[in-house]
């Protein structure tokens, strides 16, 4: 069934999987199977170089002294934003915003661009299949403002119902802020089409990328949209940065976010001033190695291509969406026609969470739960799923192991 994983010419698997030293090691005595990269995923020799290279040769806060180690922090911090608004294809670095994660990036446009604007009976629409990220702080937001959460309604295929959402957009609708891809289903939305029929009301869109960046070419301009996340760890960069990209004029009349060092022009008891875009969003001192580790993965990805890269991680998704078949009794949720990466499954009579400890036994990782995705978990009648999520260095050997060890966990429940 397996053929080499070499197969695709443009894409080198087993050289690619060199470049990840923590994919070499064996868990409970079986050689690690890591399929849970929707959770976050792991970095590459280059990223790890970078951020260690940054703390024994650069380490400095950025903007501020006149030192040589400073300007050389400073230039590297910066010239991760050049590389992020590249990968995005923004029209400047200024459009690009450094904050903690997707999660940040959307309660900072929350707090910072709609609430302000918004008032009692105004709409936000988001969907059923949202991360719990891009549902509580626009419920916050309701909650203090008396403005209404409507909701996309997902068909039985893991779809969002695009006539529903037309049904949804009115009037009173303000903001738009979806999913690219979903974290529980695979699901790849059609991101234009949401920003077009929501602007034809006058309403804006965040979209959530946290699953779409690591796996899509992401084009800003093209999609259209006026605000977008996504987060460093789950495209193979460090933890505890991520980026909010969002149109410039947007930008430059929010309010701050938070106040303290680096987002101030002048401050006196009187008054303040801030500073320019994006910095007026970057209060404190940043993580610095955070953003160099993350325009290090960027280089990465830009290396190999993202685009031999997303065919590689389709053609796993095809294998292990037809080999998981063999699995008696296993039901994949999310049957979206255009998807990536993911691949959430129940086996009937086995509690996912049951899956998520036979297969760890046998070196497999994946994920058990409701993915922070309660509601669309409620959608589909179910408590929680099993996921599987693919990275770059996945292989279709890894997707026989995963498929091997269901079929164990099978055994052991039909005895
Ligand atoms: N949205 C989606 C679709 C996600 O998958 C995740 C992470 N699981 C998030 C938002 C939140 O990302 P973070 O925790 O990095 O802020």
């Known amino acids: 069934m397996s053929q080499p994983a070499t197969r695709l010419n443009s894409f080198d698997v087993t050289r690619v999987r060199e470049d990840f030293p923590i994919l070499h090691q064996t868990v409970h005595g079986h050689p690690l199977v890591y399929l849970d990269n929707g959770a976050t995923s792991h970095k590459p020799r280059a990223v790890i170089d970078a951020v260690s290279h940054y703390y024994s040769a650069d380490n400095s806060n950025v903007h501020r002294g006149v030192h040589a180690l400073s300007e050389r922090a400073t ?14 294809n923004a029209g400047s670095s200024r459009e690009v915003v450094f904050v903690r994660g997707t999660t ?5 446009v929350a707090a910072s661009h709609v609430r302000p604007r918004i008032t009692e009976g105004d709409e936000i629409v988001v969907s059923h299949m949202e991360h719990h990220s891009n549902i509580v702080p626009w419920q916050l937001l309701c909650k203090a403002t008396g403005a209404r959460l409507r909701v996309i309604p997902v068909t039985d295929a893991g779809e969002l119902d695009m006539d529903a959402y037309a049904d949804l957009l009115g009037p009173r609708t303000r903001f738009v802020s979806v999913v690219h891809v979903s974290n529980a289903l695979g699901t790849i939305n059609p991101v234009r089409r949401i920003v077009e029929m929501a602007h034809a009301v006058g309403a804006q869109v965040m979209l959530d990328g946290a699953q779409a960046a690591p796996h899509l070419t992401v084009d800003v301009q093209a999609i259209g949209c006026d605000f977008y996340a996504f987060s460093g760890h789950k495209i193979y960069g460090p933890t505890g940065i991520g980026v909010l990209w969002a149109r410039p ?7 701050p976010y938070q106040g303290g060092g680096e987002m101030i022009r002048a401050v006196s008891f009187e008054e303040t001033t801030y500073a320019e875009v994006p910095h007026k969003f970057e209060a404190g001192t940043p993580n610095i190695a955070g953003a160099i580790g993350l325009g290090a993965a960027i280089d990465y990805l830009d290396a190999l291509g993202l685009e031999a890269v997303a065919a590689h991680e389709d053609d796993l998704l095809r294998y292990a969406t037809e080999a998981v078949s063999q699995v008696p009794g296993l039901r994949i949720h999310g049957n979206a026609r255009d998807k990536a990466g993911i691949l959430s499954f129940v086996v009937d009579g086995i509690h996912a969470h049951d899956i998520g400890t036979i297969l760890d036994r046998r070196g497999v990782a994946v994920r058990a739960g409701h993915h922070c995705a309660m509601p669309l978990m409620q959608r589909f009648s179910v408590a929680a799923t099993a996921r599987a999520s693919f990275a770059l260095y996945n292989t279709r050997e890894e997707v026989d192991a995963l498929v091997g060890a269901l079929l164990h966990a099978r055994e052991l429940f039909d005895r």
């Open 75 to 88: 230039v590297a911090y910066e010239g991760a934003r050049g590389k992020v608004a590249r990968l995005v």
């Open 104 to 108: 940040e990036a959307i309660n900072l």
């Open 249 to 255: 004029e947007l930008l430059s009349g929010m309010e």
